[in-house]
């Protein structure tokens, strides 16, 4: 089957053609297609993060350094990504960003832990000291791409925010949304995938 006859049968079934082209070129190693698609979700993935990281966290790792990290697993992974569509795109990077959270916070605990282990029996090394001194300024400077991100979050209508906030902060399912909105799952899923479009434009101009 032709290129131009799958965009029109993935249209036809829901799926936007440009999001479907720009797929399969990532798919094909194709960068500038992949980096598209990247910066189509960066927005929503630094709410994510930023929503993830704990107060003690945050003074060790900027939420743009999990969105960094994510990204080079996208980079190493599209070619097992077997959606079509935007929304299976952002699903499948929020399970890579969730993932890069886990494994940061399983490090910082067990540097955490070892720290106190070696300060208990007084022989702390110069390496485990550096861990702890790491700068709060320098994490606060780069998670102001976050704070943006949050502010143009406020900018959005109602709804939009409503629903951004219910599947990022909340991590509420489709039907889930619907009931509490008096909506249409298919209605969630089509406001779902406009605020998303929506905070993406305000990201990419501001």
């Known amino acids: 089957m032709s290129d131009s006859v799958n965009s029109e049968t993935n249209a036809v ?12 070129q990532a798919k094909q190693s194709n960068a ?3 980096g598209e698609l990247l910066d189509s979700c960066r927005g929503y993935l630094l709410l994510v993060a930023d929503q993830k990281l704990s107060a003690d966290l945050k003074v060790k790792v900027a939420a743009s350094d ?6 080079l697993k996208a980079h190493e992974n599209i070619a097992q990504f077997r959606g079509q569509s935007s929304e299976e795109f952002l699903a499948w990077m929020r399970k890579i960003l969730l993932n890069t959270f886990l494994n940061k916070r399983r490090r910082y605990v067990g540097a955490t832990r070892q720290i106190s282990q070696e300060k208990s029996e007084g022989a702390v090394n110069l390496n485990s000291l550096a861990i702890d001194a790491s700068s709060p300024s320098t994490h606060a400077i ?7 991100v949050f502010e143009l979050l406020q900018e959005l209508p109602e709804d939009y925010q409503r629903i951004i906030r219910l599947r990022s902060r909340d991590e509420l399912s489709y039907a889930e949304i619907a009931q509490q909105m008096g909506r249409s799952t298919d209605a969630v899923r089509l406001l779902w995938s406009r ?8 990201c990419q101009q501001n």
């Not at 780069?142 to 943006?148: G, I, L, P, S, T």
């Not at 605020?195 to 305000?202: S, V």
Request: without cysteine; glycine residues 2%; hydrophobic residues 45%.
């Open 13 to 24: 079934n829901g799926v936007s053609a440009e999001a479907f082209s720009l797929i399969q």
């Open 32 to 34: 500038e297609a992949l």
């Open 66 to 71: 999990i969105v960094q990290e994510a990204y």
């Open 142 to 148: 780069r998670d102001e791409e976050a704070e943006h």
């Open 195 to 202: 605020a998303i479009e929506a905070l993406t434009r305000k």
